[in-house]
């Protein structure tokens, strides 16, 4: 039988004890902010209560929009495969519908006049309680339809 011995000045033993701590530090620090999920500016609370604020909202992000629609909608108790497919692009951009399943929400709706030389998009707000909770873009033609989460317009001159 072999026994192996291992002496250390306690000078060595704090270096290994403090370097061993500050990897894991480190480690942690990484996990915790790489959890996996895509974060965005939309992941804060914005405020849509009013309609400045979605008008301020939207020219934010380099829209131009004429007439507005509104309606109130219900998020559904349980999500078919559509929903769940709309929420999937909502989640890329820091949204959850999932809190909102079985309330009330406003859908307001702006015809979108400067996506890329197509008069057809939308820009879809969905707002429970004054707080955005949800957006897109859309076309809805059965030609050259799309729906896409609401982002920043690349080809805005502002």
Known sequence: MQVITFKAKPKTIFGLILAAVGIFVIL????SNHNGKAQTASAQKISCATDEERVNYLTSLGWEFGSLREKVITIPADFNKVYQNY?????????????????????????????KGNDNVIANLIVCDGVLIGA???????????????????????
């Open 136 to 158: 897109d873009l859309c076309d809805p033609s059965a030609k050259d339809g799309f729906l896409t989460g609401l982002t920043k317009n690349e080809n805005a001159t502002t």
């Open 28 to 31: 942690m620090t990484f996990v």
């Open 87 to 115: 929420n999937a692009i909502q989640k890329k951009q820091g949204f959850d519908l999932e809190p909102y399943k079985g309330k009330t929400a406003s859908l307001y709706t702006y015809n979108i006049s400067n996506y």
